[in-house]
């Protein structure tokens, strides 16, 4: 029994006080006494303060028996922990101070869902070129840690004989089969421990030929866990087999550490593997909410040749994406669609990507305000469709609209507004001419009424695709200088004067447009205010 520290003892009243538990390990120092040894319970670990580089604190003589009768004094550091099974044992072998020579079997877990009852658990060894670490650089000692979950035996078994099979840090490797009682009764174990002569792990090698493609986010779903599960191991290692990705293993963030071990590669038991983890997109705004899952690495790891490689398909994917987008939605063939983006070029470019910037912004308004769950990841994955495959949602502009509605007053200018107006319109239904497109009209309020943008009467907001082809009047709403000119020719060929003012509500209103719209679009203000 160990004697326990007065400020052990003064902790937990107060704690028991406040109505918490506490949470911290139990550490005692144990010192040799004739008929065995005196553990003394204290408030800290092997990190406590008073130690140095040179003097790690006392020794404490432990015999060991072997199989064979032979018995080897230890010279064991001094402290040791309470076990979840209520046993003490030395903090940096695991062996039990009553019983030493073997490590202590690993604590009660549960499976964290009915799928995944096949649990490795390893014993990590602070051991080093044969020297028993006291403690690493944070203070933890040598203990047992879960490396992940499996759906079968098999596959556990893998696992655990991969990292006893070379020389590392590992003493021994677990797999607990957790009954369908969820383990709080019945489970059996398969226990390795590593060869004494084990070899240095050798480093992996690519295998020949080209990487599988990643799968689709549909193809590795997550468990649904236990709800007392508050960290699950939602990382998953996939592994490519002759028909096709499959989930090896779930974890907490050894994916790296495990695909490591299994020696991923040629000449491993899997050439290909990666990495999944959830998915938070808001986490540098210190949002945690989970939308789905993403890729977070691959194995063995892409060479700088191979990751120029996968850019460039990525960005002809894109390519190719929007060519297709544009052929359906405008009626073309690939070929007339890719002659429009090259006819229409940087400016047509622009406009696309403002449309699309723009329903963006609104899915992810819409995604912002709802809670985690299926109907944000929803608006997740239609966000990834639109800005990866040129996909946009049914209501695509109808979503865009009420978000500049709502932008109007508060944040965007009037010209801002009616410029993504046109933007949307372009990219969910391309005009015919691209040039026009950078041109064009659309409506943005209800029939009969001023736009709440510019003001105009709501008749002259008509497409500009749909009008006769007229000599084009290239003005711009940036500058004065050019709007005055605009403002002469327009006076000259209508017969009349026109203000400054309404010269420049029809330039932000059409943009690059041709001069018989800017006129339509002056006379029908005129009217307007004449009623």
Same mark, same amino acid.
């Given at each position: 029994m160990a004697e326990p520290d007065p400020e052990v003892v003064e902790a937990r009243a107060y704690a028991e006080e406040k109505g918490v538990r506490p949470q911290w390990r139990r550490w005692a120092s144990v010192e040799a006494a004739v008929d065995g040894y005196v553990l003394r319970e204290t408030m800290y670990g092997p990190n406590r303060s008073g130690y140095t580089a040179t003097n790690r604190g006392p020794r404490v003589p432990v015999p060991v028996r072997a199989a064979d009768g032979t018995v080897t004094v230890v010279a064991m550091p001094e402290w040791a922990r309470l076990h979840e099974d209520g046993r003490w044992i030395w903090a940096h072998t695991g062996w039990p101070v009553e019983?030493?020579?073997?490590?202590?079997?690993?604590?009660?877990?549960?499976?964290?869902?009915?799928? %995944?009852?096949?649990?490795?658990?390893?014993? !990590?060894? +602070?051991? !080093?070129?044969?020297?028993? %670490?006291?403690? $690493?650089?944070?203070?933890?000692?040598?203990?047992?840690?879960?490396?992940?979950?499996?759906?079968?035996?098999? $596959?556990?078994?893998?696992?655990?004989?991969?990292?006893?099979?070379?020389? $590392? !840090?590992?003493?021994?490797?677990?797999?607990?089969?957790?009954?369908?009682?969820?383990?709080?009764?019945?489970?059996?174990?398969?226990?390795?421990?590593?060869?004494? $002569?084990?070899?240095? *792990?050798?480093?992996?090698?690519?295998?020949?030929?080209?990487?599988?493609?990643?799968p689709h986010r549909s193809e590795i779903p997550e468990p649904a866990w236990y709800r007392r599960q508050s960290n699950p191991p939602n990382s998953s290692l996939i592994v490519w087999t002759d028909t096709g990705w499959r989930t090896l293993v779930w974890t907490n963030w050894q994916t790296a550490v495990i695909a490591q071990n299994l020696g991923i590669g040629a000449g491993g038991p899997y050439e290909w593997a990666e990495a999944w983890r959830p998915r938070h997109p808001d986490r540098d705004q210190h949002d945690w909410t989970q939308e789905g899952r993403e890729l977070r690495g691959r194995f063995p790891e892409t060479t700088f040749a191979e990751r120029t490689q996968l850019i460039d398909a990525a960005r002809r994917a894109r390519e190719d994406a929007l060519v297709d987008a544009l052929a359906e939605r405008g009626g073309l063939t690939r070929e007339q669609a890719a002659d429009r983006l090259a006819q229409g070029g940087k400016k047509y470019r622009q406009v696309l990507d403002v449309g699309q910037a723009t329903i963006a912004r609104a899915l992810n308004t819409a995604r912002r305000a709802l809670p985690g769950g299926p109907e944000r990841t929803a608006i997740r994955h239609a966000?990834?469709? %639109?800005?990866? @495959?040129?996909?946009?949602?049914?209501?695509?502009?109808?979503?865009?609209?009420?978000? %500049?509605?709502?932008?109007?007053?508060?944040?965007?200018?009037?010209?801002?507004?009616?410029?993504?107006?046109?933007?949307?319109?372009?990219?969910?239904?391309?005009?015919?001419?691209?040039?026009?497109?950078? !041109?064009?009209?659309?409506?943005?309020?209800?029939?009969? @009424?001023?736009?709440?943008?510019?003001?105009?009467?709501? *008749?002259?907001?008509?497409?500009?695709?749909?009008?006769?082809?007229?000599?084009? +009047?290239?003005?711009?709403?940036?500058?004065?200088?050019?709007?005055?000119?605009?403002?002469?020719?327009?006076?000259?060929?209508?017969? @009349?004067?026109?203000?400054?003012?309404?010269?420049h509500d029809a330039i932000i209103a059409v943009g690059l447009a041709h001069l018989g719209e800017v006129m339509a679009t002056l006379r029908a203000a005129e009217a307007d205010e004449g009623r």
């Open positions: 019983e030493p020579g073997q490590i202590v079997d690993p604590p009660q877990e549960f499976a964290p869902t009915p799928g %995944l009852r096949w649990q490795v658990a390893v014993w !990590h060894d +602070l051991g !080093h070129e044969g020297k028993v %670490l006291g403690e $690493d650089y944070g203070g933890s000692a040598s203990g047992w840690q879960t490396v992940g979950w499996c759906t079968t035996r098999d $596959d556990a078994r893998l696992i655990a004989r991969a990292y006893m099979a070379y020389r $590392d !840090h590992y003493a021994r490797a677990d797999v607990v089969e957790h009954g369908t009682d969820n383990g709080e009764v019945s489970r059996t174990t398969d226990t390795y421990l590593p060869d004494p $002569d084990a070899p240095e *792990r050798p480093r992996p090698a690519t295998a020949p030929g080209p990487r599988p493609a990643s966000l990834d469709d %639109l800005t990866t @495959r040129h996909l946009p949602p049914a209501d695509a502009e109808r979503i865009a609209g009420a978000q %500049l509605d709502s932008e109007i007053e508060a944040e965007r200018a009037p010209n801002v507004t009616a410029w993504c107006r046109r933007a949307v319109a372009e990219y969910i239904a391309p005009a015919p001419d691209p040039i026009a497109a950078r !041109h064009r009209r659309v409506p943005c309020g209800s029939h009969g @009424r001023a736009c709440p943008s510019t003001g105009i009467g709501m *008749r002259s907001w008509t497409m500009a695709a749909k009008r006769p082809p007229v000599p084009r +009047l290239l003005v711009s709403d940036k500058t004065a200088a050019t709007a005055e000119a605009a403002r002469i020719q327009i006076a000259v060929v209508s017969g @009349r004067e026109w203000s400054k003012t309404s010269i």
